[in-house]
């Protein structure tokens, strides 16, 4: 079992910033591909960024391209979500997921998730 823990969330400006963690209870972190997907009220889940194992692949959703950072530390066990220019649609809560295969921009393709952290961006 790996456990994830999200952290960072909070109320923020439009135009501001926040940066996101998740540190999980793994000594096998390194082998995990991690991602960060988000949920609106009354909405489905969405992918926001996915990294490989190595961080050397970073993938992001088109609403997210060119604000959010996707990074790990992997002496850490902590894959962070950099996210500038924040918009009042950015407003979700946000989680992050650990995936043993591949690295998936689809939430099926994980096998562990964090309890999630809310993120309010006001207008």
């Known amino acids: 079992q790996v456990q994830l823990v999200e952290s960072g969330g909070g109320l923020v400006q439009a135009g501001g910033s926040l940066r996101l963690s998740c540190t999980a209870s793994?000594?096998?972190?390194?082998?995990?591909?991690m991602g960060w997907f988000r949920q609106a009220p009354g909405k489905e889940r969405e992918f926001v960024a996915a990294?490989?194992?190595?961080?050397?692949?970073?993938y992001y959703a088109d609403s997210v391209k060119g604000r959010f950072t996707i990074s790990r530390d992997n002496a850490k066990n902590t894959v962070y979500l950099h996210m500038n220019s924040l918009k009042p649609e950015d407003t979700a809560v946000y989680y992050c997921?650990?995936?043993?295969?591949?690295?998936?921009?689809?939430?099926?393709?994980?096998?562990?998730w964090g309890q999630g952290t809310q993120v309010t961006v006001s207008s």
């Open positions: 997921a650990a995936a043993s295969d591949g690295v998936p921009e689809v939430a099926d393709g994980y096998d562990y």
């Open positions: 793994t000594s096998t972190f390194r082998s995990y591909a």
């Open positions: 990294l490989s194992s190595s961080g050397r692949y970073t």
